[in-house]
T-cell receptor, first 114, second 115 residues
């Protein structure tokens, strides 16, 4: 069975500082990996996804993520955080044969200090 | 880009009544739609997968007679919470995809409060 672990429940960073949100997955084959952002009371917005190819994936809003098969990780990074990045972030893994049926991590809440 | 519209964005209903939530793909044909439930401060839990023209596939523990899902067209899926009770209060989110080689897009969610 596939699973996703986001070890950090809550992260606080200062505006302008760099950010890394951790995500570890468990899946028997090559996974489809996603990062989503959710603002309070809103749906999810896709930041980026990895299906295959280059393991460093660029997304929207200046985010990137790196797929490391040896570590079963797909960490999300941003070099300089903006106050508007404060939100809930979810990592998800989908089966190759049914990428839509994803399993989500428990999420990481990002707080940005002025 | 792909857009999924979910309606209503919030609804309050009395205990024992039924509520219908719509999920529409506005600019693409969604062969598959997914319904999720999210409790406060928690992650999304997949409730069911619906393919156009077929019966929905429910995840273990989800009551199919309580959460009726209809996917009658390639652009519309509905979730009906029947005989709603306060414990059904939650945030319900749909997502839609045109196929496994495409990405999938989430709706903006529906906040259901049963009083």
């Amino acid at each position: 069975a596939q699973s996703v672990t986001q070890p950090d429940i809550h992260i606080t960073v200062s505006e302008g500082a760099s950010l890394e949100l951790r995500c570890n997955y468990s899946y028997g084959a090559t996974p489809y990996l996603f990062w989503y952002v959710q603002s309070p009371g809103q749906g999810l917005q896709l930041l980026l996804k990895y299906f295959s190819g280059d393991t460093l994936v660029q997304g929207i809003k200046g985010f990137e993520a790196e797929f490391k098969r040896s570590q079963s990780s797909f960490n999300l990074r941003k070099p300089s955080v903006h106050w508007s990045d404060a939100a809930e972030y979810f990592c998800a893994v989908g089966a190759v044969d049914n990428a839509g049926k994803s399993t989500f991590g428990d999420g990481t809440t990002l707080t940005v200090k002025p | 880009g792909a857009v999924v519209s979910q309606h209503p964005s919030w609804v309050i209903c009395k205990s024992g009544t039924s509520v219908k939530i719509e999920c529409r793909s506005l600019d693409f044909q969604a062969t598959t739609m997914f319904w999720y439930r999210q409790f406060p401060k928690q992650s999304l839990m997949l409730m069911a997968t619906s393919n156009e023209g077929s019966k929905a596939t429910y995840e273990q523990g989800v009551e199919k007679d309580k959460f009726l899902i209809n996917h009658a067209s390639l652009t519309l899926s509905t979730l009906t919470v029947t005989s709603a009770h306060p414990e059904d209060s939650s945030f319900y989110i749909c997502s839609a995809t045109a196929g496994s080689n495409y990405g999938y897009t989430f709706g903006s969610g529906t906040r259901l409060t049963v009083v």
